[in-house]
């Protein structure tokens, strides 16, 4: 068995080198200029109170069983690491997916943080006794539940977002909660392994590189895929597949009418139809400043339905705005033996211009 000086080394070590990890995250956020204002604040706050955590952690950890007078700071370190911890996952995810926020989970935190600092007195929750030795308390597990429920806060807050922003990295947030939790689980059985601080560093900084991934795959005013996730699919397109091509029509003409500020609106508007007709069977791109891109990859003999099913969207939609333009659509078939899919591109846009003079034609006739 190791001696206890071997095992405060050793400890000393991995949070030093915890603090420095969470040190150069901080940084690299601070310098991001990928996401938002907001959630480069949020991340660069939760990794500092995590690096101070991490240090409390220490602290208590070598104050455990020494000088009886510190008790009460010991106490008190332990009291701040518990009541913080479970907030840090939730104010991630209300930061990065604003208009999710539950708040009945909100609640739930406020009440564990104020039990936690009650437990100062009550010993509730954990307890440090007369010689300065940290024990758990009854309601320890109310702690590990309101902790668990943040972590699956995240997740699946950050599955149903990653569904609407057309992500392919889901696989990642479940890598993610699985690094956290099992750091969080090894601890729970067994106290002396520290790796509770480090796996949820980790996971922190992780996450933050899967934020910035989604980011830089999605079109800020549509939330559709863009055109660098575009470009990735003309270099690997998935066979068989029917590409098509939309159009917004006359938006020169919207643009020069109601000013560009409504314009992107339309594009907004437009952007959203697109995916609630088409998102249940491929991927939707925003290719340029009034076109739009769908790749799909099911139900393939059902084009035509989504296809009508977005004119539909649409003119429910100009029922309420009549400014709204209509679109047009146009698609090919690229099959398993597809070697140039631009060609492809090529005879869906023809289509999409094709139906666009016959529209012309129907109006003026």
């Known amino acids: 068995m190791p001696e206890l000086n071997d095992l405060l080394r050793e400890f000393t070590g991995q949070t ?16 991001n200029r990928t996401v938002n204002r907001t959630a480069r604040r949020v991340f660069f706050t939760s990794l500092l109170v995590l690096a101070c955590i991490a240090l409390a952690d220490w602290a208590t950890y070598i104050m455990s069983g020494t000088n009886p007078q510190l008790r009460w700071l010991h106490t008190l370190l332990m009291a701040l690491t518990f009541a913080l911890a479970p907030f840090i996952p939730v104010a991630i995810t209300d930061t990065v997916f604003p208009g999710t926020r539950t708040s009945w989970v909100h609640v739930i935190l406020v009440a564990q943080a104020i039990v936690e600092l009650a437990t100062i007195f009550g010993g509730f929750v954990f307890f440090v006794d007369a010689n300065n030795v940290y024990h758990r308390g009854q309601f320890y597990v109310a702690y590990m539940a309101t902790y668990t429920m943040s972590a699956i806060y995240l997740s699946v807050k950050s599955i149903r977002a990653g569904s609407t922003y057309q992500s392919a990295n889901m696989g990642g947030i479940l890598a993610i909660l699985a690094c956290m939790g099992t750091g969080v689980a090894i601890q729970v059985f067994n106290p002396n392994i520290r790796t509770t601080w480090p796996a949820v560093s980790m996971a922190v900084v992780l996450y933050f590189l899967f934020y ?9 005013l549509t939330k559709l895929l863009n055109r660098h996730s575009y470009d990735e699919f003309l270099h690997n397109p998935p066979l068989p597949c029917i590409v098509a091509v939309i159009d917004i029509d006359n938006f020169k003409y919207i643009n020069d009418t109601y000013g560009h500020a409504y314009g992107d609106e339309c594009i907004a508007t437009t952007g959203s139809l697109i995916r609630k007709a088409f998102g249940g069977c491929g991927l939707c791109y925003r290719t340029g400043g009034d076109e739009f891109t769908v790749v799909i990859t099911k139900k393939l003999d059902s084009v035509e339905d989504q296809s009508n099913a977005l004119v539909e969207l649409i003119s429910q939609a100009r029922l309420k705005d009549n400014r709204l333009p209509e679109v047009s659509i146009g698609y ?8 140039n899919i631009l060609t492809v591109i090529q005879e869906a846009d023809k289509n999409m211009y094709i139906s666009k003079r016959e529209r012309k034609q129907l109006q003026r006739g």
């Open 16 to 31: 030093a080198i915890n603090v420095l990890f969470l040190i150069a995250g901080a940084i690299l956020v601070a310098i």
């Open 212 to 220: 910035t991934d989604m980011v830089l795959r999605t079109d800020a």
């Open 332 to 339: 090919a078939r690229a099959n398993d033996d597809c070697t």
